[in-house]
């Protein structure tokens, strides 16, 4: 059965850091491209980050471009997602999810249950 | 960067009744198209890739059509479970976008 979970989120200052990590079983995580997607509260879906299966690009959406890091370490089946200069906008669930293909060009089938992000003084 | 645009924002249907959701993409996307649905407290649910390729256990009564430009899914009979939130997501390039979703609810 293929799982995803996230864990990492809190409460946090603007201005702060955070690390979230997720844990992929059930499947070869080391082929698959990962994304980080996030939903602010009552909002919709964005897309934030995307690496692909060797860290060998990833990409990032403007929103968080120069702030946040996405990398992996498929020894431990494990994606992560560095998070600094933390703004009040970046309030919101963020979920890691995996395509349907190897390939990042198609929907995602898996996500995980999110780890909620707060950022408030 | 893609814009997509869904249509109606809220949708009322009656249980039995068809439902037909639209989206539009700013630019043509070919059929880099994903529908996906959400329950509260859920994360998004895969319903279509391709455009019209169903994900693994999406019953029948859904289907998704479109090319190009405008994209719609249509559910043929409301069950009591699919009332939820549709958004739909083009992949064609990155930055990956994503509707502001239909909200789908009970008449």
């Known amino acids: 059965e293929v799982q995803l979970v996230e864990s990492g989120g809190g409460l946090v200052k603007p201005g702060g850091s955070l690390r979230l990590s997720c844990v992929a079983s059930?499947?070869?995580?080391?082929?698959?491209?990962m994304f980080w997607v996030r939903q602010a509260p009552g909002k919709g879906l964005e897309w934030v980050s995307c690496?692909?299966?060797?860290?060998?690009?990833?990409y990032n959406a403007d929103s968080v471009k120069g702030r946040f890091i996405i990398s992996r370490d498929n020894a431990k089946n494990s994606l992560y997602l560095q998070m600094n200069s933390l703004r009040a906008e970046d309030t919101a669930v963020y979920y890691c999810a995996r395509p349907t293909t190897f390939s990042p060009y198609s929907g995602s089938d898996y996500w995980g249950q999110g780890t909620l992000v707060t950022v408030s003084s | 960067e893609i814009v997509m645009t869904q249509s109606p924002v809220t949708l009322s249907v009656s249980p039995g009744e068809r439902a037909t959701l639209s989206c539009r993409a700013s630019q043509s996307i070919s059929t880099n198209l994903a529908w996906y649905q959400q329950k509260p407290g859920q994360p998004p649910r895969l319903l279509f890739y391709g455009a019209s390729t169903r994900a693994t256990g999406i019953p029948a009564r859904f289907s998704g059509s479109g090319s190009g430009t405008e994209f719609t899914l249509t559910i043929s009979s409301l069950q009591s479970e699919d009332f939820a939130v549709y958004y739909c997501q083009q992949y064609k390039s990155w930055l990956f976008t994503v509707g502001q979703g239909t909200r789908l609810e009970i008449k």
């Open positions: 059930g499947f070869a995580f080391s082929d698959y491209t």
């Open positions: 690496i692909s299966s060797s860290s060998s690009y990833s």
